[in-house]
């Protein structure tokens, strides 16, 4: 007869592979793959998938309690399960509160004029950037110019 001592809750396993799956799956969206619309959708059922996978494995611990081994590292895993499942499922939810952009202007379409403050605090006009440089008349007008929106202050 095996020695049922040194059994492995092996549902817990499985569920911390299926949390961690959900999560990077919000990390592969941005890589642009193929069928990337399908990708929310498998996160939100592998971190489903993960739940249940980790209440079949707390039903298993608290049915034979003598029977499994590992008790530290079974709260380990069910804590990170629950940890990655969770951000996983609230980037699920809250993606769908990004506006959307189909007002921005697109690559190579040409934006509004408008008017920002540089590091010295003086204004500068997107028009502005489109002028030859004041010191040199006779250099030719830039064609384009890039903008770069840091998000936040500091």
Not at 120 to 128: A, N, R
């Amino acid at each position: 007869m095996p020695d049922v001592a040194n059994r492995v809750n092996s549902a817990r396993i499985w569920a911390l592979l299926l949390a961690i799956g959900a999560l990077s799956t919000n990390f592969v969206f941005f890589v642009n793959p193929p069928m990337q619309a399908a990708l929310p959708w498998l996160s939100l059922l592998l971190a489903i998938g993960s739940l249940i996978l980790l209440g079949v494995g707390l039903r298993r611990r608290g049915n034979g309690l003598h029977v499994y081994r590992g008790k530290a590292l079974s709260i380990v895993l069910g804590v990170l399960t629950l940890l990655f499942a969770g951000a996983s499922l609230y980037a699920f939810s809250h993606a769908r509160a990004l506006p959307n952009s189909a007002a921005a202007p697109q690559v190579g379409e040409q934006v509004p004029d408008f008017t920002l403050s540089d590091i010295s605090g003086q204004p500068v006009s997107l028009d502005s950037l489109f002028q030859p440089p004041l010191g040199d008349p006779s250099s030719p007008a830039p064609n384009a110019v890039l903008l770069i929106f840091y998000r936040g202050y500091w």
